[in-house]
Each structure stands twice: as structure tokens, then as C-alpha cells.
């Protein structure tokens, strides 16, 4: 078995109260949504 690429770091997101939000333009921003 060949070792995995690390991971990239990912986006840290400070929920503020509009965290929903804030994850459904990431999903839509990443083709997700």
C-alpha cells in the first residue's frame, strides 16, 4: 500500500450565529450544492 498525501488544511469557520449560512455558500462555492 503506498502512503497517503497529507491533508490540506481546511477552512476554519468561526460560527458567529450565521453558521448555516456560512456552510451553505461553502457548499455551493466548492459545487457541492
Do not use: Y
Amino acid at each position: 500500500f503506498e502512503q497517503r498525501p497529507p491533508r490540506q488544511a481546511g477552512t476554519v469557520v468561526t460560527d458567529e450565529g450565521d453558521g448555516g449560512t456560512k456552510i451553505a455558500d461553502f457548499l455551493v462555492t466548492q459545487k457541492f450544492l
